[in-house]
């Protein structure tokens, strides 16, 4: 089936696509404002009422209204089909041709509703989680902002729904079941059933310290609420851990890997290694990376051995670390896209799961847009669309400049501080253990110049033109405290990319150790979407 004739999406940032291309929009916030108003406002609207709603001014708002009409008619219409439709009197949107991912969003909900699909449940409750029509808020037109807030009223409760009747269907999934109401509890942050059940889903999972943790957050969250008995708290964290039946009680074996090397188009010779046996998964490089140190220090190790118990595992060393030539001279978005095509096609891969961590996450996206018929599966962990030059904050871009800074003077020092900046941001809950390899695999990995250098590079990155191109079925991973790569930035990925499924992890590592209560939760979930 094509794409639509027209495609308005409300879900994140205001997009319009004609036939799947990407129509520019106006700059004007309130003629793309305008135009959300008549797509969700069927039948006509009295020009009066559409000037009082956007133009309280005392200078002519029927002219600036005439104005937006003409640019949004160059917008939705075409040879088939005039959407926009006005008269002396009223302005109208057919939309019969039309389709409005809020709107599908609603119908979704109500058939999963009836249906009872857990997965559909799951799938259209991440969905509607997306900021709609966030950026479209007009703080100076109350009557739009509260049709705004109206809509994204709408679309919460209508989560809560969603949420509220898979608490129902996952009584005998622990893990999965306190996912779930984790974003309940913070949607309905004074639903006591909520609060309860959550406690009792984390201690049946075996997540005994994050129960504790969270029953203590839900009593200072329900103190004054009135008729809440919080004793029910107490007997939810008593519940008894079911847990899964371990595979194996013997130590794992040693696993081993054969390196390999190929080029890049401009000619850079890129690592890469193979592992485990069965189907391919295709692991993108991210920042740094090295073939070897990753695969002996307990950052990686829980990772790559979960990802080779089943399939055969691939990844590769990124250009200008690791074994991967280090005498680059451009490191720039495009090439990283060019790398990981060379391994792929090293390796002879035809068809494969992708998974992208941190800053291998715009990767995947780049080449699952570029190979659609290569990439299966899209599993993105940390990722974001845009880098923190491309869309951070003045503040942001700023602490990024300074810490390239920082990178190009005092990476290779043998005192640590420097690269402990980093390890503090990417897993600042993790053991010092864990913290002390980090810091060696930093120094390892490159030289001072290229780990600033590819920072810098990071920073341009932006992938948000192609989200909506993704074919494959793609699940969003991201920590809630991650403090490398805000959570904002995930459930963007997950709201832009068509049907991606989004999984919210309650920990503050960028990079999970294995004894982070989250690693299970996010492992689990990656080996359940990619067996189905």
């Not at 994204?152 to 729904?161: G, L, T, Y």
């Not at 592992?275 to 002996?296: M, R």
Request: charged share 25%.
């Amino acid at each position: 089936m094509g794409a639509p004739p027209l495609a308005i999406d409300l879900v994140g940032p205001i997009a319009v696509r004609r036939n799947g291309e990407p129509v520019a929009l106006p700059q004007s916030k309130k003629t793309r404002a305008l135009l959300a108003f008549l797509v969700l406002n069927r039948g006509p609207q009295r020009r009066e009422r559409l000037c009082e709603i956007f133009w309280q001014v005392p200078d002519d708002p029927r002219g600036s209204l005439r104005w937006a009409l003409s640019k949004l008619r160059g917008v939705v219409n075409d040879e088939a089909a005039e959407r926009i439709k006005a008269d002396r009197e009223y302005v109208s949107f057919d939309d019969a041709d039309v389709s409005v991912d809020l709107v599908k969003l609603h119908e979704a909900a109500e058939r999963a509703l009836r249906t009872g699909d857990a997965d559909e449940i799951e799938r259209v409750a991440a969905a509607l989680g997306g900021d709609l029509m966030g950026d479209l808020a007009l703080s100076d037109q109350p009557e739009f902002e509260q049709f705004r807030l109206g809509e994204r009223e709408k679309a919460r409760a209508a989560r809560v729904a969603l949420l509220r009747a898979l608490d129902g269907k996952l009584a005998s999934d622990h893990a999965r079941r306190a996912n779930r109401l984790y974003e309940l509890v913070e949607i309905e942050p004074y639903d006591v059933d909520a609060h309860v059940g959550l406690v009792a889903a984390l201690a049946q999972a075996g997540r005994k310290t994050e129960a504790e943790r969270q029953k203590a957050l839900s009593e200072k969250a329900l103190q004054g609420v009135e008729g809440a008995d919080l004793s029910r708290l107490n007997m939810a964290l008593s519940a008894k851990p079911v847990q899964k039946p371990s595979s194996s009680a013997s130590q794992p074996a040693v696993i081993r890997q054969n390196v390999r090397f190929c080029r890049g188009r401009d000619g850079v010779r890129i690592a890469y290694a193979t592992a485990g046996a069965g189907a391919p998964v295709v692991k993108a490089a991210n920042w740094l990376n090295h073939l070897e140190y990753d695969w002996e220090s307990p950052v990686w190790t829980h990772v790559f051995r979960s990802l080779t118990e089943r399939t055969k595992l691939v990844r590769y060393d990124a250009r200008g670390n690791g074994l991967s030539d280090w005498d680059v001279d451009d490191f720039s978005f495009e090439h990283h896209v060019d790398d990981l095509e060379a391994v792929v096609d090293a390796a002879k891969l035809e068809r494969f799961p992708l998974i992208g961590i941190s800053g291998g996450c715009a990767t995947c996206i780049a080449y699952a847009v570029r190979h659609p018929e290569k990439v299966s599966k899209l599993v993105l962990v940390g990722g974001y669309a845009r880098g923190w030059r491309a869309g951070g904050t003045d503040e942001r871009i700023k602490q990024n400049e300074a810490m390239v800074t920082l990178t190009r003077g005092g990476w290779g020092q043998d005192n640590p501080a420097f690269r402990q900046l980093f390890t503090s941001l990417f897993m600042p809950d993790a053991p010092p253990v864990n913290q002390h390899w980090f810091n060696e695999l930093q120094r390892k990995t490159t030289s001072p110049e290229n780990a600033a250098d590819l920072l810098n590079a990071l920073g341009d990155v932006d992938v948000t033109d192609r989200l909506q191109a993704v074919q494959a079925p793609t699940l969003v991973i991201h920590a809630r405290g991650d403090l490398r790569v805000p959570l904002s930035a995930g459930r963007d990925l997950a709201a832009s990319i068509p049907d991606a499924r989004f999984l919210m992890l309650e920990t503050n590592n960028h990079l999970m150790p294995e004894n982070d209560p989250a690693w299970p939760v996010c492992r689990d979930a990656i080996d359940a979407f990619l067996g189905e």
